[in-house]
Structure formats: structure tokens, C-alpha cells
């Protein structure tokens, strides 16, 4: 007996249905991940790490967690991806696509302009900062930042909104979940109304820069990387000195 029509689109409407079910799961997955293994670092983490180190000391040890932590979140989410190597993955999520130049300059006037905003933040705080001081601690942060703003981006711009794509999701649901998540996990530790909605609309750009640049990861990087490369380790001090700000 021949299957008919209305059998075969029920098939694949509970084809697509798990489908979405799958997706919305990881997504559940990854954002608890997130909130417990990432969340403490703007939170409880920095000051139990200044109780015993110097300050220099525990802003080294918030960065090298977020590369723990960010790590053990992209092993989950390599799994789930079913990716044959890891350089398929990274491929796949955008690291190297080609990027539109408007993307990419966005992106560079993004990354400037946040990161002169932290680092007006800081001197609000610490008005004997010495901002344009470059030594090896600074060379050091700068570079574990920015590292570690790139897995983040792997996370919560690529894979999140990849997969949101994958079930067919609307742009602007690509564009405000990750940046929804991205969101609560920078402020659930020590809410902070503003933090949230700085953070939200700071998520929203990246995201913005992830769908414009073809979702290649360049523009991102440009616009969420290069912030933490000019304002390191000063951008992280703000956690120290201004908790939930």
C-alpha cells in the first residue's frame, strides 16, 4: 500500500518537531553550563581568589577559568555537533569564513568603542590607573582575554544561533536568545538591572555582526576579542572594583 500525502507530511512534521525538541535541549544544556561553570567569574569567584592572592594574582586566576570553563562547555557542545575533527567544528562554526568588509569594519568600530568604554569605567574607579602602561601582566591578560572571548563566541554566537538556524528560526530569535543567555549569565550572580541590559544590547551587536559578516566569526571577533586585547586587565579589574556593576 502507497504512503499518501497526509502521511508523509505527518512524518515529517514529527521529524521536525524532535528535531526542535533536540536543539531547544542543547541550548537548555549549554546555558546551564554557562551559568554554573561561568557565572561564579562575576561572582562569588573573584573574591574568594583576593582573600589569598594579590589582585594581579586573582585577575590571572579569573581569566585562566573562563579558558576552563569555556573549554569543558565547547567539549559538550564539539559532542553534540558530532563533528568529524575538531577543525571541521571550528570551520563550521565560523572561524575563518569569509566576512563581508562592512561586517568586519563594524565590527572594528565595535571593538573600539567598548573597550574605550571600559576603559573610562575603570578610571570612574581608579582614577590613578595608569591606562597606557604596557607590561608583560598586561600583554599576558590581553592575550588570555581575548582567547577566551573567542571560545565564548563559539559558544554563544556560533552554536547557539547555528542551531536556532537549523530549525528555522526567525533572525530576530537568532538574534535576542544567545544574547538573552549571554545576558544572565554575566549578571545572575550579582543581578545588577543595568549590567543586564548593557550586556543584552552588547550580545545583540555581536550577534548582529555575526549574521551580517555571513556568520563568520570575524567580524565577532573584531567587535568582542579586540575590546578585551586594548582594555585588559583592566576590564576584568571591574569585577574586583565594581561587583555587579
Known amino acids: 500500500m502507497s504512503t499518501t500525502n497526509s502521511e508523509k ?6 521529524i521536525a518537531t524532535n528535531e526542535k525538541s533536540t536543539v531547544w535541549r542543547r541550548i537548555a544544556i549549554v546555558t546551564l553550563l554557562l551559568l554554573v561553570l561561568v557565572g561564579p567569574n562575576f561572582g562569588p ?7 589569598s592572592l594579590s589582585l594581579e594574582g586573582s585577575i590571572t586566576g579569573v581569566l585562566i577559568w573562563f579558558w576552563v570553563a569555556f573549554l569543558i562547555i565547547l567539549a559538550v557542545v564539539y559532542r553534540m555537533s558530532k563533528s568529524t575533527s575538531i577543525g571541521e567544528f571550528l570551520t563550521s562554526h565560523g572561524l575563518g569564513a569569509p566576512s563581508g568588509i562592512g561586517a568586519n569594519i563594524a565590527g ?4 573600539i568603542v567598548w573597550a574605550l568604554l571600559f576603559l573610562s569605567s575603570i578610571l570612574q574607579f581608579d582614577p590613578d590607573a595608569n591606562i597606557t602602561q604596557i607590561n608583560g601582566f598586561r600583554i599576558l591578560t590581553a592575550l588570555l582575554a581575548a582567547g577566551g572571548a573567542l571560545l565564548e563566541d563559539l559558544i554563544t554566537r556560533s ?4 542551531q536556532l538556524h537549523k530549525i528555522g528560526s526567525s533572525k530576530w ?5 544567545p544574547a538573552l543567555i549571554f545576558a544572565l549569565y554575566h549578571t545572575i550572580w550579582g543581578f545588577n538591572a543595568f549590567s543586564f541590559v548593557f550586556s543584552v544590547v552588547y550580545g545583540l551587536l555581536l550577534g548582529g555582526l555575526f549574521l551580517w559578516g555571513k556568520r563568520s566569526l570575524t567580524p565577532v571577533m573584531l567587535g568582542h576579542s579586540l575590546v ?11 569585577i574586583f572594583l565594581a561587583p555587579g556593576a
Open 9 to 14: 507530511s505527518t512524518v515529517w512534521r514529527g
Open 45 to 51: 569567584l573573584p573574591h574568594l581568589l583576593r582573600e
Open 108 to 111: 572594528l568600530i565595535l571593538g
Open 159 to 162: 552554536f547557539i544561533m547555528n
Open 173 to 177: 530569535v537568532q538574534l535576542v536568545v
Open 228 to 238: 578585551v586585547l586594548i582594555s585588559e586587565p583592566f576590564a576584568t579589574m571591574l
